[in-house]
């Protein structure tokens, strides 16, 4: 499937909800491709077990500092932000402060920009207030401190490294309950038509097993257990 338009990479992405990522990593290690889930440090902020997020990655990076920096390129940030994006903020290194921080005002201009979610190595805060705007937002802690003279954003839409997973702006980023995954947007097509086929096999193991069936045996007709 080389070469897809953006049109069947956006089918995909919203197809996509159907999966989750436990299922998501199985394909990619079958595939034998780099494992792209984020630390299991980075979870949901909020408990939602049918929680299901996916966009395109849209890859930010704050640097430690111990001098006060403007935050006009965090601004200018959020009002880039595209549409479908799911942005990512990378520490350089862990910063006492919030990666996510200003969390509603932050939440509310990505939403209005079409952003489906955030996911950060590091602290998020103003959690009521992400919690009224009802946008996703993965992260390591919740925290109090501001970022200022402590952090900065560096630079926006490009690649970064997100603990040991590197991420490039266009990849496919993926968020329930479980955790976080990354899959290259050249590997996509493929992922996807693997997961198509993972989830049929998981699904007709289920009902048997449901129906009183023998795993082995199961296992033995589908392979997928």
């Known amino acids: 499937m080389a070469g897809f338009d953006s049109e069947t990479l956006l089918k995909m992405v919203h197809d996509i909800h159907h ?5 998501i990593s199985d394909v990619m290690d079958a595939l034998g491709l780099q494992s792209g889930v984020l630390d299991h440090s980075v979870q949901a902020l909020f408990e939602n077990p049918m929680l299901k997020v996916c966009g395109i990655a849209f890859p930010c990076r704050v640097v430690p500092t111990n001098e006060y920096v ?22 350089d290194e862990d910063i006492d402060a919030a990666l996510w921080g200003r969390g509603g005002l932050m939440s509310a201009r990505a939403k209005v920009r079409g952003a489906v979610g955030a ?10 207030q992400i919690a009224e705007h009802g946008f996703p937002v993965f992260g390591t802690y919740r925290c109090v401190k501001d970022i200022r003279r402590r952090g900065f954003m560096h630079s926006y839409n490009v690649p970064i490294d997100i603990g040991h997973v590197r991420v490039n702006p266009g990849d496919i980023i993926f968020g329930d309950a479980n955790g976080v995954i990354a899959i290259r947007q050249g590997d996509f097509p493929t992922v996807y038509q693997e997961l198509v086929k993972a989830l049929g096999e998981e699904t007709a193991t289920q009902r048997g097993l449901i129906a009183g069936g023998s795993a082995k045996a199961l296992f033995s007709e589908h392979g997928r257990f």
Request: proline share 5%; aromatic share 8%; glycine share 10%.
């Open 19 to 23: 999966f989750y990522s436990p299922l």
């Open 119 to 128: 996911a950060v190595n590091g602290g998020v805060r103003d959690v009521g």
């Open 70 to 91: 403007e935050i006009d390129t965090l601004l200018e940030m959020l009002d880039a932000i595209p549409e479908h994006g799911f942005v990512l903020v990378a520490a």
